[in-house]
């Protein structure tokens, strides 16, 4: 076969969707999510494969592409740098060209963005970002399909971070301005989110120091771990800084009377919240955990040609 590089979809970052898109798989999800749980066959995917590499721990995006697959009708395989090439030094872009060439779509998990990016600039097939130390865009698309799932309309709505400028944070930054919702973020000083995002995205987020002025009125709580993957050895540094961003129900309570708490998991009870907010009704963090499978089903269906 001769060698070239078709035009294809990605989704290294929520930028790569359009607003109607956005929504489109918001909708796709929810149609998705009501025909498997009355226990409709939906096979579009029947021979298509999904490479999944993880360079990073994983329990629900990789149960969540597995089984996403399998229920579209397809296959998902695991692959690990323990146990590949990628792991002893095969470079990016020469994985990206052979791994692309026999399968149908590829997921990644890593560190830098960059890596998602050059993997994605030589692959003949889409290339989906299941995490970077920057973004996070499958987690947050779950999220938002759980708050209109739970409140409807997000556009317009104010929803507050507490806590590290993370992948996270960056991502849901992204969403404010595609989903056209206003984003006050508390994070500690030397926590923020990249400057150059902070730029891009000014029109639709804040950064406030206090979190109870940031989670005034506002629609969704959201929270994230204080350390994230790779910065293990950072968390009793972090821990002193960030305990009074911890999301307990004094803080809940500050927020509109409808507020909903997300956290993408795991969750560290006691750091970042208080186990009675994540136990509490006002805690959404099992649907938006259960709904990475129905996301990223529309999102497979989405960008693999079938
Ligand atoms: N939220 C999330 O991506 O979880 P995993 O690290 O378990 O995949
Ligand atoms: N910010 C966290 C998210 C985990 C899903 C991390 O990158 O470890």
């Known amino acids: 076969m001769a060698s070239h590089q078709t035009a294809c979809r990605h989704l290294l970052s929520l930028r790569d969707?359009?607003?109607?898109?956005?929504?489109?798989?918001?909708?796709?999800?929810?149609?998705l999510k009501r025909m498997?749980?009355?226990?409709?066959?939906?096979?579009?995917?029947?021979?298509?494969?999904?490479?999944?590499?993880?360079?990073?721990?994983?329990t629900?995006?990789?149960?969540?592409?597995?089984?996403?697959?399998?229920?579209?009708?397809?296959?998902?395989?695991?692959?690990?740098?323990?146990?590949?090439?990628?792991?002893?030094?095969?470079?990016?872009?020469?994985?990206?060209?052979?791994?692309?060439?026999?399968?149908?779509?590829?997921?990644i998990r890593t560190f830098e963005q960059q890596t998602v990016e050059r993997f994605a600039a030589h692959s003949q097939v889409p290339v989906i970002n299941g995490l970077t130390d920057r973004y996070h865009p499958c987690q947050v698309l779950a999220d938002l399909q759980t708050f209109?799932?739970?409140?409807?309309?997000?556009?317009?709505?104010?929803?507050?971070?507490?806590?590290?400028?993370?992948?996270?944070?960056?991502?849901?930054?992204?969403?404010?301005?595609?989903?056209d919702f206003e984003l006050v973020i508390a994070c500690p000083e030397g926590f923020d989110p990249a400057a150059d995002l902070i730029a891009a995205c000014a029109d639709h987020c804040q950064i406030l120091r206090d979190p109870r002025a940031a989670v005034q009125g506002a629609h969704l709580i959201a929270t994230d771990v204080w350390a994230s993957?790779?910065?293990?050895?950072?968390?009793?540094?972090?821990?002193?800084?960030?305990?009074?961003?911890?999301?307990?129900?004094?803080?809940m309570d500050l927020a509109h009377p409808e507020a909903l708490f997300m956290h993408c998991l795991p969750a560290h009870r006691g750091e970042e919240v208080a186990a009675s907010v994540i136990e509490g009704p006002r805690s959404v963090v099992w649907d938006e955990a259960e709904n990475r499978l129905h996301l990223q089903k529309a999102l497979l269906e989405f960008l693999i040609p079938h």
């Not at 226990?39 to 994983?58: D, H, T, Y």
């Not at 399998?70 to 095969?90: K, N, V, W, Y």
């Not at 993370?166 to 991502?171: E, F, G, H, I, Y």
């Not at 972090?238 to 961003?245: D, E, H, I, N, Q």
């Open 36 to 58: 498997q749980t009355t226990g409709q066959v939906f096979r579009p995917l029947v021979g298509k494969s999904l490479a999944m590499i993880f360079e990073k721990s994983s």
């Open 17 to 31: 969707l359009t607003p109607d898109e956005g929504r489109a798989l918001i909708g796709r999800a929810i149609e």
């Open 60 to 107: 629900r995006t990789r149960v969540s592409f597995e089984v996403g697959m399998a229920q579209l009708g397809g296959h998902a395989l695991f692959l690990s740098p323990r146990d590949t090439q990628l792991g002893r030094g095969e470079p990016v872009e020469d994985s990206a060209r052979v791994i692309s060439r026999m399968v149908d779509a590829v997921m």
């Open 148 to 179: 209109y799932e739970h409140r409807g309309e997000i556009q317009g709505k104010r929803v507050a971070w507490v806590g590290d400028g993370n992948n996270m944070c960056q991502t849901f930054m992204e969403a404010a301005v595609l989903f």
């Open 229 to 251: 993957m790779g910065q293990e050895e950072e968390l009793e540094r972090r821990r002193a800084v960030f305990t009074p961003y911890q999301v307990t129900d004094e803080l």
